[in-house]
Nanobody, 124 residues
């Protein structure tokens, strides 16, 4: 079973950028489709972005399309979420997730492996 640990969160201002990392151990992420979710205070966890096992296909929530970029480096066993043009509504705990399949899924239940999250706060 792969284990995921997120890092890179922090407190930033509107318009700033952050790059989140998801370091995997236990198994190679080349076997997994990866995704980022986020959960804002008082709200449900939501899909942000996903990337297929081979890194060739990506998917984004409409709210982050054009601002966020997901990537993965299988040789280093790390996935990333680069976030540009951050807005206060991006404030949330960001979670990395993995599923042993070849397609990106949006539902939370499709992912069986989760990290503990990294907090992102965007001030106005």
């Amino acid at each position: 079973q792969v284990k995921l640990v997120e890092s890179g969160g922090g407190l930033v201002q509107t318009g700033d950028s952050l790059k989140l990392s998801c370091a995997a151990s236990g198994r190679s992420i080349s076997d997994y489709t990866m995704a980022w979710f986020r959960q804002a205070p008082g709200k449900d966890r939501e899909f942000v972005s996903g990337i297929t096992w081979d890194g060739l296909s990506t998917q984004y929530a409409d709210s982050v399309k054009g601002r966020f970029t997901i990537s993965k480096v299988n040789d280093k066993n790390i996935a990333y979420l680069e976030m540009n043009g951050l807005k206060p509504e991006d404030t949330a705990v960001y979670y990395c997730a993995a599923r042993p399949g070849i397609t990106i899924k949006v539902p939370i239940a499709a992912y069986g492996v989760w990290g503990l999250g990294t907090e992102v706060t965007v001030s106005s």
